[in-house]
């Protein structure tokens, strides 16, 4: 937790990092959810909101929608450091999630023995 707690506060410097042109995407989106409320879009040139699908072969729906979702609450766009903390935390939650659910089934594994 302190590690996870650590690498918020990192995120900062994270943000400048040259990354896939999938988060500039998701930037595009969000800037499109400001402009027309819109989701999972991104908006041509004309102001016209296109499916993200159509422009871009963004792998991650999910990043993206968060990013939209934070354009519909705040009204403004989502940048890198804010994505940079959102990445680490949905990483810390599934890891954490993993480490209880698994952490449960011990002792209640059994193998096999001939």
């Not at 499109?32 to 879009?41: D, F, N, P, R, S």
């Not at 993206?64 to 979702?69: E, F, H, K, P, R």
Request: proline letters at 2%; a positive charge.
């Amino acid at each position: 937790m302190i590690r996870t707690i650590h690498s918020v506060k990192q995120a900062d410097s994270w943000a400048s990092v040259d990354v896939y042109q999938r988060v500039d995407y998701w930037i595009m989106s969000s800037e499109c959810t400001v402009k027309t409320g819109a989701i999972l879009a991104i908006c041509s040139p004309n102001g016209k909101p296109a499916g993200i699908e159509d422009v871009g072969l963004a792998d991650d729906r999910g990043h993206t929608l968060i990013a939209n979702v934070y354009s519909m609450v705040t009204g403004r766009v989502i940048d890198r450091k804010v994505l940079m903390a959102v990445n680490i935390a949905l990483n810390a939650f599934a890891f954490y999630g993993l480490i209880v659910r698994f952490s449960s089934m011990v002792g209640k594994v059994r193998l096999c023995s001939s």
